[in-house]
């Protein structure tokens, strides 16, 4: 039943665009918001790669990209495509470097249902930006018995047998 109310929509707002019209990057993502909604990926992937492909060129804000990275984590629930990963990093970076208070407003204020994806991809950004470091004493050949060591719990000392 929604692919049937999103169709027509999706149908007025191309050809709206077709007549002349100029639509703005924010009804861009709204129409990729609602295909997504009317499980129409095809659609919202298009959209998405176009507002992207373009983003030096047609002055899109902080705001916009932020809503641009959910789509893909979305996207990536949806089709498993790693790409889709890899794109919503990009757009949650720019979105700070375009505005860092808007992009912070925007993720703090999601739906609690859109939450997990912010929170995914802070974690995931943080990390690829940030890796920590190996030591370079880090032994990455652990015997068996140095791991047992740690896997031991602590009531199983010797001073509880006295």
Same mark, same amino acid.
């Given at each position: 039943?929604?692919?049937?109310?999103?169709?027509?929509?999706?149908?007025?707002?191309? /050809?709206?665009?077709?007549?002349?019209?100029?639509?703005?990057?924010?009804?861009?993502?709204?129409? /990729?918001?609602?295909?997504?909604?009317? *499980? +129409?990926?095809?659609?919202?992937?298009?959209?998405? +790669?176009?507002? %992207?492909?373009?983003?030096?060129?047609?002055?899109?804000?902080?705001?916009?990209? /932020?809503?641009?990275?959910?789509?893909?984590?979305?996207?990536?629930?949806?089709? #498993?495509?790693? *790409?889709? %990963?890899?794109?919503?990093?990009?757009?949650?970076? +720019? !979105?700070?470097?375009?505005?860092? #208070?808007?992009?912070?407003?925007?993720?703090?204020?999601?739906?609690?249902?859109?939450?997990?994806? /912010?929170?995914?991809?802070?974690?995931? %950004?943080?990390?690829? +930006?940030?890796?920590?470091?190996?030591? !370079? #004493?880090?032994?990455?050949?652990?015997?068996?018995?140095?791991?047992?060591?740690?896997?031991?719990?602590?009531?199983?000392?010797?001073?509880?047998?006295?």
């Amino acid at each position: 039943m929604k692919t049937y109310l999103i169709l027509p929509l999706l149908l007025l707002m191309a /050809a709206l665009g077709s007549c002349g019209h100029t639509d703005s990057i924010s009804d861009d993502v709204a129409t /990729a918001e609602m295909a997504l909604a009317g *499980e +129409d990926v095809a659609t919202t992937r298009h959209i998405c +790669d176009k507002l %992207v492909g373009h983003k030096d060129s047609n002055g899109i804000e902080a705001t916009e990209m /932020a809503r641009l990275s959910i789509l893909y984590m979305e996207l990536n629930e949806r089709t #498993d495509d790693p *790409e889709t %990963v890899e794109l919503a990093a990009q757009c949650y970076r +720019d !979105a700070f470097k375009l505005n860092a #208070d808007s992009a912070r407003h925007y993720y703090t204020n999601l739906p609690i249902e859109l939450d997990k994806y /912010a929170m995914t991809l802070a974690t995931l %950004v943080q990390s690829l +930006d940030n890796p920590r470091e190996i030591p !370079a #004493d880090h032994d990455s050949q652990s015997s068996l018995d140095s791991i047992g060591q740690y896997l031991t719990p602590a009531c199983h000392s010797d001073s509880i047998a006295e």
